[in-house]
């Protein structure tokens, strides 16, 4: 009922297409309240907030256009994951935000052919354990021209900064940071093709969730996934 009460409150509007419908995923991490104010107001969206374990247990396909993660989970489940699968295979959009960078880190496919980043928990081989801190300024700027920037410029954020991840070379690197605590790339565009996959690695806490920057950026960034507006 209210899907249908917004559609007739935004009346004869050419824009009222189909909301997107946004599943939000948490779960496995703690994280402040602020951070459910970064999609307040944002009309075109229909958000239903489904946390692990309940998650992935049904086929996403039918009802959800964009997943955004904020969780930190291994999806170790076949079945489950055979449904992340199936839904980017279809052409549905992603959006991982920040520590949901540290799940999956161990599930190639994940990382490697969809995320084109990873935080690694342990050493491995040649490569050393990631790291974090916290509580850190920054100077962030545009590394790219793409739909996800739109409307936004350089900015300064205080955040947490994630250092010595893998990120893939196919990524396209969207922001680029100039604190020396973390990697130099903060957002990026995943090397998936069969559906639009973004990455953000800022957003840990009330500074940045109420940055009107950072609550554009993830905007943006679920409308592009959707493939709603300009390529
Ligand atoms: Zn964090």
Redesign the pocket.
């Known amino acids: 009922m209210r899907a249908i009460s917004i559609l007739l409150g935004l009346g004869s509007l050419a824009f009222a297409a189909e909301p997107i419908r946004v599943q939000l995923t948490t779960g496995g991490h703690a994280h402040d309240i602020s951070f459910y104010g970064v999609l307040e107001g944002q009309r075109d969206f229909r958000i239903n907030v489904n946390p692990h374990p309940s998650a992935f247990r049904r086929d996403l396909r039918k009802d959800v256009d964009v997943l955004v993660v904020y969780d930190m989970v291994d999806v170790n489940d076949e079945a489950q994951r055979t449904r992340l699968r199936d839904f980017l295979e279809s052409g549905k959009g992603l959006v991982v935000l920040?520590?949901a960078l540290c799940g999956n880190w161990q599930w190639k496919w994940w990382y490697e052919e969809v995320v084109g980043g990873r935080y690694l928990m342990k050493d491995e081989g040649a490569l050393p354990k990631s790291k974090?801190k916290h509580d850190e300024d920054m100077n962030v700027t545009p590394a790219a021209k793409h739909p996800v920037l739109a409307g936004i410029g350089p900015f300064r954020v205080h955040d947490?900064t994630y250092k010595d991840m893998w990120i893939s070379p196919k990524s396209t690197v969207l922001l680029k940071s100039d604190n020396p605590t973390g990697d130099p790339q903060v957002a990026w565009i995943g090397p998936y093709r069969a559906s639009r996959v973004v990455a953000i690695q800022l957003g840990?806490g009330p500074e940045a969730h109420r940055l009107p920057e950072y609550r554009a950026l993830v905007a943006n960034a679920i409308r592009w996934a959707a493939g709603r507006g300009s390529d």
């Open positions: 920040h520590h974090f947490e840990h």
